[in-house]
Structures are given as structure tokens and as C-alpha cells.
């Protein structure tokens, strides 16, 4: 696996749009599926989103298909989560991590994680 730092979070209206970023310096990102995850407030982690090592297969939770759009740049080192149709409930602080794809959704349960980025939906 590769470190990863997140970024691009803040406040927005509901409705509104952010794009998150996670990156590396490591070389190997490519090597790697990326995967985004949330915390809530009270809430535990959750699952968000995931995409392959080529960019060719994503996955998304029910909560934010449609609204939520994974991608990566390799050459880029880097990751993202493009959110549109922000709503309060997606106020969470949100994460990335690299990892298997298959076996992405289940990271949920690891207790490492770096500091991730807060994002906050207002009514």
C-alpha cells in the first residue's frame, strides 16, 4: 500500500459541489486501487467509493451513486472524489486509502488512518 493525503474539503451549501484529492509521493500508486471513505459525527466509518489500479473499474455505495464520481490521474499520483448534489448528510470527514479493489469496501475495520478532510454541508 501507499500513504495517501487528502484534501479539497470545506463548507458548501446543499446542492453544491467540492472535489476531494488524495495523493501520494510514492511511486507505486499505480500499483494500487484507491478507495474514499467517510465518518460522520456518532457515526462509524463508511464506505464511499472505490476504483481499480486502471481506472477502468469503479464502485460506489448506494448513498452517493449518481451524485459522486471517482477517478485517478497515475501520472498525477492522485486520486478523486468529485461530489455534486451535496446534501447535510454527506457532512462527514472524509479519507482515502490504496489497497486490494476487492477487498476495498472492508477497510472500514482498519484502525489506521491518516487525518482526512473535513467536509460540511449546510441546509
Known amino acids: 500500500q501507499v500513504q495517501l493525503v487528502e484534501s479539497g474539503g470545506g463548507q458548501v451549501q446543499a446542492g453544491g459541489s467540492l472535489r476531494l484529492s488524495c495523493t501520494t509521493s510514492q511511486r507505486t500508486f499505480d500499483s494500487y486501487a484507491v478507495g474514499w471513505f467517510r465518518q460522520a459525527p456518532g457515526k462509524e466509518r463508511e464506505f464511499v467509493a472505490r476504483i481499480s489500479w486502471s481506472g477502468f473499474d469503479t464502485d460506489y455505495a448506494d448513498s452517493v451513486k449518481a451524485r459522486f464520481t471517482i477517478s485517478r490521474d497515475n501520472a498525477k499520483n492522485t486520486a478523486y472524489l468529485q461530489m455534486n448534489r451535496l446534501t447535510p448528510e454527506d457532512t462527514a470527514v472524509y479519507y482515502c486509502?490504496?489497497?486490494?479493489?476487492?477487498?476495498?469496501?472492508?477497510?472500514?475495520?482498519?484502525?489506521?488512518w491518516g487525518q482526512g478532510t473535513q467536509v460540511t454541508v449546510s441546509s
Open positions: 486509502r490504496s489497497g486490494s479493489y476487492d477487498y476495498m469496501p472492508n477497510y472500514v475495520r482498519e484502525n489506521y
